[in-house]
């Protein structure tokens, strides 16, 4: 099945520590996003990319940095960890092909803990 | 004012009953809607998309919009215990931000038996 894939799924380390996050995806999409969920805050955007030339940031990048590998992949990086990046993260794709909806699938999330 | 808000909850129902998810958005200018459910540690599962006035149907699922009032609402009706989890709504506005969602912060739902 055409999936959306994320590794680590879980992850502990230290405040200063770089971490990548990396997220691939079969589904065809061309736009890949990144988002945190907080309790309580909901899902907030990080970065997103509609194409591999094409990065933004979202409402929240500060601290955070991206890599559009391939269509297929997009990761999220942390140069220098901290304890309030402790979230759960969660890589998203869509179809800018799809028509008027661009619905929005998610991968499994990974759980990121900063010490 | 929030870009989408949800009534955070919790939502409690018993079982066979209808459930009613409410959200509003502040921006007039958007486009599509989204609800998606969310299990206790689990990623996002869209379950209904809609985007023009009225009702949508998809088995025991409704969603509804109403545009001018800037409101979009979901029914579940014959609840069942699996039903029990968050419901985030979602926002795609048009313009500059195409493509981006905005999401709610969520309402809990629990359906009891």
């Known amino acids: 099945d055409a999936d959306v894939t994320q590794t680590p799924r879980n992850r502990i380390t230290k405040t200063g520590k770089r971490i990548m996050l990396e997220c691939s995806q079969t589904k065809g999409h061309d736009r890949m996003y990144w988002y945190r969920q907080d309790p309580g805050l909901g899902l907030r955007l990080i970065y997103y990319?509609?194409?591999?030339?094409?990065?933004n940031k979202g409402e929240i990048s500060d601290g955070y940095s991206v890599s559009r590998q391939a269509q297929a992949k997009f990761s999220l990086s942390l140069e220098s960890a901290i304890p309030n990046q402790t979230a759960l993260y969660f890589c998203?794709?869509?179809?800018?092909?799809?028509?008027?909806?661009?619905?929005?699938?998610f991968g499994p999330g990974t759980r990121l803990t900063v010490l | 004012q929030k870009e989408v808000e949800q009534n955070s909850g919790p939502l409690s129902v018993p079982e066979g009953a209808i459930a009613s998810l409410n959200c509003t958005y502040s921006d007039r200018g958007s486009q599509s809607f989204f609800w998606y459910r969310q299990y206790s540690g689990k990623s996002p599962e869209l379950i209904m998309s809609i985007y023009s006035n009225g009702d949508k149907e998809d088995g025991r699922f409704t969603a509804q919009l109403n545009k001018a009032s800037q409101y979009v609402s979901l029914l579940i009706r014959d609840s069942q215990p699996s039903d029990s989890a968050t419901y985030l709504c979602?926002?795609?506005?048009?313009?500059?931000?195409?493509?981006?969602?905005?999401f709610g912060q969520g309402t809990i739902l629990t359906v009891h038996p």
């Open positions: 990319s509609f194409d591999v030339k094409d990065i």
């Open positions: 979602a926002v795609r506005s048009g313009g500059t931000s195409y493509g981006k969602l905005t």
């Open positions: 998203a794709t869509s179809d800018s092909r799809a028509g008027g909806y661009n619905e929005q699938f």
